[in-house]
């Protein structure tokens, strides 16, 4: 609050009619700041602010309120789903309630032994996973963080990567030398490693 001249600056407040606690800044200032700590969740508080000038002339406001914010909350997740599948790659996407992080444990069972992540605290959730192997049924759950660090995490879910359908390179560096009676045929293998 401000004041027309140099003053203290002094909030009372409660949750009973009668004011018991108060906060106070130091020094004289026309524009006044105080922190009111260790306030309960939730909670609608009265107060007042007085302000005295140098030789002692006080004002008070009349009695105002305020209402604390409600504890935090873990995210709820919603609307689960897996696109983009490929033979070694899929999306997972989900939706939450409030902004939060983004992560995917997934694997093989419900063990979960890898994980991917995006950054960021969003609503709209999308984790790429790659690495993946053609034609497997992948578990997963997704989880999702709030700013205060509550955390959800979903049940098991699953997909299946589709088969491979992408043909290896040919061979390399293939070479015939003729020989007495056979011929010796040398070459490289492509690097697929479904080769």
């Given at each position: 609050?401000?004041?027309?001249?140099?003053?203290t600056?002094?909030?009372?407040?409660?949750?009973?009619?009668?004011?018991?606690?108060?906060?106070?800044?130091?020094?004289?200032?026309?524009?006044?700041?105080?922190?009111?700590?260790?306030?309960?969740?939730?909670?609608?508080?009265?107060?007042?602010?007085?302000?005295?000038?140098?030789?002692?002339?006080?004002?008070?406001?009349?009695?105002?309120?305020?209402?604390?914010?409600?504890?935090?909350?873990?995210?709820?997740?919603?609307?689960?789903?897996?696109?983009?599948?490929?033979?070694?790659?899929?999306?997972?996407?989900?939706?939450?309630?409030?902004?939060?992080?983004?992560?995917?444990?997934?694997?093989e069972?419900?063990?979960?032994?890898?994980?991917?992540?995006?950054?960021?605290?969003?609503?709209?959730?999308?984790?790429?996973?790659?690495?993946?192997?053609?034609?497997?049924?992948?578990?997963?759950?997704?989880?999702?963080?709030?700013?205060?660090?509550?955390?959800?995490?979903?049940?098991?879910?699953?997909?299946?990567?589709l088969?491979?359908?992408?043909?290896?390179?040919?061979?390399?560096?293939?070479?015939?030398?003729a020989?007495?009676?056979?011929?010796?045929?040398?070459?490289?293998?492509?690097?697929?490693?479904?080769?």
């Amino acid at each position: 609050w401000n004041t027309d001249e140099p003053a203290t600056g002094t909030v009372e407040y409660r949750l009973t009619p009668a004011y018991g606690s108060s906060a106070s800044h130091a020094g004289l200032s026309t524009s006044h700041s105080v922190n009111v700590t260790g306030l309960d969740l939730d909670t609608e508080y009265n107060f007042r602010v007085i302000s005295s000038d140098a030789v002692g002339n006080t004002a008070q406001s009349g009695n105002l309120t305020f209402r604390t914010s409600p504890p935090p909350t873990p995210p709820v997740i919603s609307n689960i789903l897996v696109i983009n599948i490929t033979d070694s790659s899929a999306v997972v996407t989900w939706r939450t309630d409030i902004p939060s992080s983004s992560f995917v444990e997934f694997g093989e069972t419900v063990a979960y032994d890898r994980s991917a992540s995006s950054p960021g605290l969003v609503t709209d959730h999308s984790v790429s996973l790659t690495g993946l192997d053609p034609s497997t049924l992948y578990h997963f759950r997704v989880g999702s963080t709030e700013a205060s660090g509550l955390t959800t995490i979903s049940g098991d879910n699953t997909f299946t990567t589709l088969g491979d359908s992408t043909p290896p390179s040919n061979v390399f560096n293939f070479f015939a030398t003729a020989g007495n009676g056979e011929n010796l045929l040398t070459w490289n293998n492509p690097p697929e490693p479904d080769f």
